[in-house]
Structure formats: structure tokens, C-alpha cells
């Protein structure tokens, strides 16, 4: 199946049908590898996704040749999507390479600001044939700042984001407990894709929750960022790096599989562009799974 060139037919799809797409972040060969890999054993679309910091590894242009290479021989929908993007120049750095969905991370701006630099991104991005991601609140361990509803509804009205990400309990690299109050809160004033952060630990049925308030976004990095640190520190019994590359792989695939089952996306890779049926984000509405 096709490279997502369009983000949005994806996030329109999950949406409609009422699943979560894994979003793993990677930063190398044999972590997209393994997490394609996963997604077609689990026929379930996909995203993958670069921080900044990893296109310090692998340049924007390289690693979407990459993954456009790696979607031409697999039969799932693959999207890449730059992740807590700083500015708009390195936006237009990764739509320039073909990403077809970046994020915008305003964390630290004031918030009209925020609302200011993601309308900017917005205009290009959709002129290019991409999608939006943006947040105004913080996600990291000692510096979590609540999503209010107000605020994401003014993302999607006046900034127009094609998904807002919350924060609402998780948090990169810890486990997590959702406020699934205020989830449900914002879900229900803004009724439209909203996006998960530290979904590494979350727990499954907290995620089930999720996607059926229309979550349709789960960002990935931690556990797959410990199975290679994991990897790294008990090879030393294999004959060579290729023995260790290939060990990674399997073991990222397994951990790729398991996030994959748990945000309801296995056997949803059809064709995105086909129209998926309407709904609105409540628990139980028609096309929520789980």
C-alpha cells in the first residue's frame, strides 16, 4: 500500500472507525524496519515519526526516502510525521522531504502565540497536502500543564490543527494514569482528533477509553528506546553487529506488535481514502472499538 502522502485521509479514517494509530518515534534503519514490520503482521496502519533530535542522526530528506521505500514493499498504510517540531522553518524542512504530517510544539510559547505560529503552519502544510499536529501544554516528567477545553477548541477554531495533542495524565517515559475526566471533557467541547503523548505507559484500558473519545494518536518512544538500550548491553555473545542489528529488530517488532494491539488498530489497514463513515467522540458511538 501507498506512503501516506496526506496525513489527514489517515487521521479522517482512524477517527471515523474509532482507533488509535501507534506513532513511533525512530531513528534508524532497523527501528523502522521493526515497527513496518509489526504494523503488517498486525494489518494495521501506521505511523512513523522523527524528534528532533533524531534528524540529527538521519537528515529529514534520507529518512523519507527510507520509509517511502519501506511502504512500496508492505501492504499497510505508513505515515511520517515529524514530532514536537520546534519552529516553523523545520516544519517546512520535513514537508519539503515529504513527511506528510508535522507536529508543532508550543509548549513553552505564550498561548496566542501558539495559536499564531500554528495558523501559519496550518496554511502551508494543507497548500502542501499535510497534515497538523500542534500542543500548547507540556508533557515531560516535573513540568505537566493540564489541557484545558477552552484552549484545544481554539487550536482547532482559530489555529485550524488537524489533531490537538492533550495532556491529561501521561507523560514521556513513565507510566501513566489518563485523567479520563478531563479527556472526556475536552472530547466532548471539541469533537474532533485528539492526540496522546507518553504512550508507552499507558495502560490498555485506559486506552480503549481513549479511542472511543476520539484519541486517534498514541506516541511511542520510551519502550522502544529501552529495547535497544536493552539490546546494546547483552550482545556481547553476538558474532557481530549484524547479529546485533538483527536481534534489535525482532525485539522491537515485539514491542511494536504489543502497542499496536493495545491502541485497536490491528486489521484496519484498508484504504485510507476510501470515506469513512462520521461520528462524534463519545464512548459507544458507532465504529468505536474495544
Not at 521493526?34 to 512513523?48: L, Q
Not at 536493552?230 to 549484524?242: G, I
Request: aromatic share 6%; net charge negative.
Amino acid at each position: 500500500m501507498p506512503f501516506v502522502e496526506d496525513g489527514r485521509s489517515l487521521i479522517r479514517y482512524a477517527f471515523g472507525r474509532g482507533f488509535s494509530l501507534a506513532a513511533f518515534n525512530v531513528c534508524s534503519a532497523e527501528m523502522v524496519r521493526a515497527c513496518v514490520e509489526a504494523a503488517e503482521e498486525a494489518s494495521a496502519p501506521i505511523i512513523v515519526q522523527t524528534y528532533p533530535t533524531d534528524l540529527e542522526q538521519v537528515p529529514a530528506a534520507a529518512m523519507a526516502a527510507l520509509v517511502r521505500s519501506l511502504a512500496a514493499r508492505t501492504s499497510v498504510p505508513v505515515l511520517l510525521h515529524l514530532d514536537h517540531g520546534r519552529d516553523f522553518e523545520m516544519a517546512m524542512t520535513c514537508l519539503r522531504a515529504g513527511y506528510g504530517s508535522v507536529m508543532f510544539d508550543g509548549a513553552e510559547r505564550p498561548f496566542v502565540e501558539v495559536v499564531a505560529q500554528t495558523s501559519r503552519i496550518v496554511e502551508v502544510a494543507h497548500a502542501m497536502g499535510a497534515s497538523v499536529e500542534v500542543a500548547a501544554d507540556s508533557f515531560n516528567h516535573g513540568h505537566v500543564t493540564a489541557t484545558r477545553a477552552e484552549e484545544a477548541a481554539r487550536l482547532f477554531e482559530e489555529a485550524g490543527a488537524d489533531m490537538v495533542a492533550v495532556s491529561v495524565g501521561s507523560e514521556h517515559g513513565r507510566a501513566s494514569v489518563l485523567d479520563l475526566d478531563r479527556l472526556r471533557e475536552v472530547a466532548e467541547r471539541v469533537g474532533r482528533p485528539l492526540v496522546l503523548h507518553g504512550g508507552s505507559g499507558i495502560p490498555t484500558s485506559d486506552l480503549v477509553v481513549a479511542r472511543a473519545l476520539g484519541v486517534v494518536k498514541v506516541n511511542i518512544g520510551s519502550a522502544l528506546y529501552r529495547t535497544l538500550r536493552s539490546v546494546w548491553e547483552h550482545s556481547a555473545d553476538a558474532p557481530d553487529h549484524r547479529a546485533v542489528y538483527a536481534r534489535a529488530r525482532e525485539q522491537l517488532k515485539t514491542v511494536a506488535l504489543e502497542r499496536i494491539r493495545a491502541t485497536g488498530a490491528g486489521g484496519e489497514a484498508v484504504d485510507v481514502h476510501a470515506p469513512a463513515a462520521p461520528s462524534t467522540p463519545t464512548i459507544g458511538r458507532p465504529g468505536a472499538h474495544g
